[in-house]
């Protein structure tokens, strides 16, 4: 049995793609799958550098047929296994996005699930994990142009038989932002990640922050992806997450109490 390919995808750059890879990778790993993830951000790589992780090969290598496949392996917090990528223009010129392909088909014969982050925009490179993947999974924020960005994308999969199986919000900060993306997006909103201070700005959230509003939305999502594994269709967890936005009574505390709370999302129902 192969693994399962999720292509994380999303026109605008910005929106938490890598974010979005890897606290799902972490917490897919921590129910018990074993988890690649690949940076496939050819032209602004960054997954390594968010980790902290030092590597010996990358995938530009592999592209460039510099290196293999197990040249690139590299451990990363939570026990996952990335492939991490250059951010130099010499090796972003080497690589052939073309032979992504067989980078993924040997992930999958050795991982339950094989998470490929991509770059922004509608370039050739861009679309090549859309044609790899099992599911396509759509990131957004609540801007508009990243919304028009994600549907494009959304296109372009359907172009090249990719299966986008829905859509995320991140960087929410009201319940409106749920009910003005879903308005406007093409796919299904899976999840919403909150604009979350009590998560940590270091990678990943589920592991140094993992009570926080954000890591449990990722864990949510995870769980939800989990049941792609087995077959099954991807269940939004989107009204369970709707408690982590402040009520309108919260907006009637004393000031003092809300700036003691660390800002708007020290002040969640829990």
């Known amino acids: 049995m192969t693994g399962h390919v999720f ?19 972490v917490a897919l790993q921590e129910a018990g799958h074993d988890v690649a993830v690949v940076d496939a951000d050819l032209g602004m790589a960054n997954l390594a550098a968010m980790l902290d992780v030092e590597y010996d090969h990358s995938l530009h290598e592999v592209l460039a047929e510099d290196a293999t496949v197990s040249d690139t392996l590299t451990e ?63 990131v957004t924020t609540p801007d508009s142009v990243a919304i028009g960005d994600a549907n494009k994308t959304g296109d372009l999969a359907a172009r090249v038989d990719g299966e986008v199986i829905g859509s995320i919000l991140t960087r929410a900060t009201d319940p409106k932002d749920i009910d003005a993306v879903a308005a406007e997006i093409q796919h299904d909103l899976l999840a919403v990640i909150p604009d979350d201070p009590e998560a940590t700005r270091r990678e990943p959230h589920v592991l140094n922050a993992p009570d926080s509003p954000a890591a449990t939305a990722y864990r949510r999502l995870a769980a939800s992806l989990e049941g792609v594994l087995r077959g099954e269709a991807a269940k939004a967890v989107v009204a369970e997450e709707t408690d982590w936005f402040p009520t309108e009574d919260d907006g009637d505390e004393d000031t003092d109490e809300e700036d003691e709370s660390g800002g708007v999302f020290g002040i969640f129902n829990r």
């Open 7 to 25: 292509t994380i995808a999303g026109g605008k750059g910005g929106v938490g793609k890598t974010t979005t890879a890897v606290n799902v990778g």
């Open 76 to 138: 990363a917090p939570g026990d996952i296994t990335v492939v991490p990528g250059e951010q130099s223009l010499e090796a972003f010129a080497d690589a052939d996005p073309a032979k992504l392909n067989k980078v993924i088909r040997t992930l999958i014969n050795a991982y339950d699930a094989v998470l490929i982050d991509t770059g922004a925009g509608l370039s050739h490179e861009a679309t090549v994990p859309l044609g790899l993947a099992d599911s396509v999974v759509l």
